[in-house]
C-alpha cells in the first residue's frame, strides 16, 4: 500500500506546482500591468503571489520521494487554508468587474480581463482542494503507521534500541 500512497503524493504535489505556477503567472501579469495603481489591490495580488510561490518552493522539495514527506500534513493543511484566503481575496477583488458570479467559469478559455481572473480563481480554488487532499493523504498515511506500530509490527530495528526479546 505505501507504493499507492506514493504514486497519490507525487501526482497531487505535480498538480500543486501545476496550479500554483499557472496562478503566479497570471497575477504577475497583473501586478505588472497595474504597478502604478492603488497599494490595496496590489497587496492581495502580493499576497496571492506569495502563496503561490512558497506553495511551488514546498511542491519542489516535498516532490522529492521520502517518507518524511507523509508527515509534513500540517504544513499541508497551513497552504491550503492560504490558498483558500488567496481564493477569497481573489473573490473579493472580482465584484468590482462585471463578469458575472464567482462560480460561472465559462469565461477561462477567453483572453479577456474577465477570462485571467476567472483563471486565476479557478486555479487557487483548485490548488487549495489539492493541498488538502494531500494533507488527507499524509493524515492517512500517518495513522496508518502509528496504526502498524502500536499493533507490534517495529519494522527494522532502529541502532541503539534494545530488542524486546
Known sequence: MPVVSRLV???????????AAVVAGLIGYYLHQFRHVDAWPQARWIYTEVVAGLSML???IWLIPFSSGF???PFDVIISLAWFAAFGLLVDAIHKLNCGSIWQW?????????GRWKAAEAF????????MASALVGLWFTFR??????????GRR??????AV
Not at 502498524?148 to 517495529?154: E, I, P, V
Not at 532502529?158 to 530488542?163: A, D, I, L, V
Request: proline share 0%; aromatic share 16%.
Open 106 to 114: 465559462h469565461f477561462v478559455g477567453d483572453h479577456t480581463t474577465c
Open 9 to 19: 503524493s507525487i501526482v497531487l504535489r505535480v498538480a500543486e506546482i501545476a496550479f
Open 58 to 60: 514546498l511542491g519542489l
Open 158 to 163: 532502529r541502532f541503539g534500541r534494545r530488542s
Open 145 to 154: 503507521v502509528r496504526g502498524a506500530n502500536a499493533d507490534g509490527y517495529h
Open 71 to 73: 508527515f509534513s500534513w
Open 124 to 131: 487557487s480554488f483548485l490548488s487549495a482542494i489539492v493541498w
